[in-house]
């Protein structure tokens, strides 16, 4: 097993100053420009009826994430105001667990101080990514219930002078800390997994074996992404509900499709 | 055979894989019978099931991911 090259760790491939600019930084951005070109393109060729594939292809996906979280909110207002957060973290987590599939993220290979070190990784594949992406969605999950119900109504589900209720905050405060845990360790792990899995199957049975893999990463890179924005939309509405309306938040959270 | 840093770094990971993954694969088989009881009593209702299906699925994978991530920790740092 000593050919194989596994780590744990981003590599930095060069250096900004004292920051280093690893691997996984590099092919986000590459993911960043692919999302913008892509999304700038269709932007700026908006019909009422669209008659390109693609166009009805970016419409139908839209449709489709507006459909999943009126279902969660049942709201179309607020439904609205949350879809530029869902939408931009599910295309920036899909197109990076699918960069992180093309052949030659990993393979090419660049000679650093370091050692020899692969040009690209998937930037999800990096737990400073998935940690960064985690910050960003408990943190908006916040702002964004501040905005609905108000600085002292907010606050007020975390601090209380009753004991009990100030305990209850407490442990909330510590849940939000433990979702960002989830959050970033899941969307890590799994894809983190899959690119073991890979360079493990390539190297036991090259060519055919590792194609059924490839598939079966492809959908994982999928439901990741969808399980992130699915589970920040959930967040967004039980973070946002008034006190005491969190259960029915609850309720309603299950009916995502 | 001596319990030195080597021989753990070999081991640990293992059983952390193997003990964290008896709750997720317990709770895969009850996912998927609850929905198979499910589709059976009403199966108009499997498309329905389906994407629900595969994202608790993949929410009991993630504590199955977790011990991964504790594993490949243990293994690569």
Known sequence: MSALHISLA????????????????????????????????????VTVHPRSIAGQ??????????????????????ALSYFPLLATLFLFIIVNNWLGLLPGVGSITVTTDH???????????????????????????????????????HLKKYLSLNPIML???????????????SFSFRLFGNIFA???LLVVISFLLPLAAPLPFFFLELFVGFIQALVFTSLTLV??????????????????????? | MTLDAETMKAVIPGITMAVGSIGPAFAIGMIGKGA???????????????????????????????SLVIALVLKFV
């Open chain 1, 194 to 196: 899959g690119e073991i």
């Open chain 1, 10 to 45: 981003a590599e930095p491939i060069a250096h900004l100053g004292s920051l280093p600019i690893t691997n996984a930084m590099l092919t986000s951005l590459i993911g960043t420009v692919v999302i913008c070109t892509l999304v700038l393109t269709a932007a700026r060729r």
């Open chain 1, 115 to 153: 050692g020899v070190v692969p040009l690209l990784r998937g930037a999800t594949a990096d737990l400073n990514t998935t940690f960064a992406l985690a910050i960003i969605s408990v943190g908006l999950t916040h702002v964004y219930a501040l905005r609905r119900l108000g600085v002292v109504a």
């Open chain 2, 36 to 66: 198979m009881e499910a589709i059976g009593r009403n199966p108009e209702a499997a498309g329905k099931l389906q994407t629900i299906l595969i994202l608790v699925v993949a929410f009991a994978e993630a504590i199955a991911i977790y």
């Open chain 1, 167 to 181: 305990f209850v905050g407490l442990l909330e405060l510590v849940a939000e800390a433990s979702k960002m845990m």
């Open chain 1, 235 to 257: 967040f967004l509405e039980i973070v946002g509900a008034e006190h005491g309306e969190g259960n029915q938040a609850h309720a309603r959270a299950p009916a995502t499709t």
């Open chain 1, 57 to 78: 292809a970016i419409e139908a996906g839209i449709e489709a994430l507006l459909d999943l979280i009126m279902k969660v909110t049942g709201d179309r207002t607020r």
